[in-house]
């Protein structure tokens, strides 16, 4: 359960961080629509990098949250049939528990899938397309070949104080739903 709740705080705050954060981290940057979706299949990079998440990125992003969310959020309510509730179980009728417990179990499934694919799609970008995208996805900087067009090349970051204050409201949904968690 204190995995959930720690998962459940990284949620929050990537959502958090995806509203105030830097610009290659926020939805409005990256998520384009399915016209810029369409394009990218069809031309690929051609007009350029653009840093951050390319269109099919940001659709695996927005997958991996709705379905993190989705289990932390069934997770609240679940149970395991004998020693173990989510915080929110009693908040429900048995039947709407019993079928919250399913569908917490049945989507990690679908989400290791998920993250399966998304490995697989960095491994194309570091292996295939010689992108240097596991040093950006750790430090946030990405060596880019000199030949290669930037679409984006001056992303601003968004400053410790809007870190601190996502981080904060972060571990404060955590820290709440642990402490509910430790009651049980």
Do not use: C
């Amino acid at each position: 359960m204190y995995l959930g709740v720690t998962v459940g705080g990284l949620v929050v705050f990537r959502l958090l961080w995806g509203i105030w954060g830097s610009d290659t981290a926020r939805f409005t940057q990256f998520v384009l629509g399915p016209r810029r979706l369409w394009h990218y299949l069809r031309h690929g990079d051609r007009d350029g990098l653009r840093l951050g998440h390319n269109p099919l990125g940001a659709l695996s992003v927005i997958a991996l949250l709705g379905l993190l969310s989705l289990q932390v959020g069934t997770g609240l309510f679940a149970h395991d049939d004998a020693f173990n509730e989510g915080p929110f179980h009693g908040w429900v009728s048995s039947a709407m528990a019993d079928w919250l417990t399913a569908v917490h179990k049945q989507s990690f499934y679908v989400l290791l899938g998920l993250i399966a694919l998304h490995v697989v799609a960095v491994f194309v970008h570091v292996v295939i397309k010689r992108q240097d995208l596991l040093r950006a996805m750790i430090t946030g900087w990405m060596r880019v070949p000199v030949t290669v067009r930037v679409l984006n090349a001056n992303p601003r970051f968004a400053g410790p104080i809007a870190f601190l204050l996502a981080a904060g409201i972060a571990a404060g949904a955590a820290w709440w739903v642990a402490s509910l968690v430790s009651t049980l």
